[in-house]
């Protein structure tokens, strides 16, 4: 079993957190302590889905993950073409 993958920034004054379950690329995320939503993380490609986010946020979240990609792909088995 691999841990979760743990993210938390500021943006906009808001507190997010995010945790990635590597093995299936599912991101659950916080702002300010409370539940936003789950989406997908694809590495290399985003969210599969945005929506209830607030989109400034998106490409501040995708800087933090996109440093976790080969540790992901790994996990999941993806082959970098």
């Not at 599969?48 to 790994?74: K, N, S, Y």
């Amino acid at each position: 079993m691999h841990q979760p993958i743990r993210i938390r920034f500021t943006h906009n004054s808001d507190d997010w957190r995010v945790m990635c379950h590597a093995a299936s690329g599912r991101l659950d995320i916080w702002r300010n302590g409370s539940f936003v939503r789950s989406t997908t993380y694809v590495p290399r490609h985003g969210l599969r889905d945005q929506d209830g986010l607030v989109p400034t946020v998106v490409p501040a979240l995708l800087d933090r993950l996109m440093v976790h990609d080969a540790a992901i792909e790994v996990v999941q088995g993806i082959e970098r073409l």
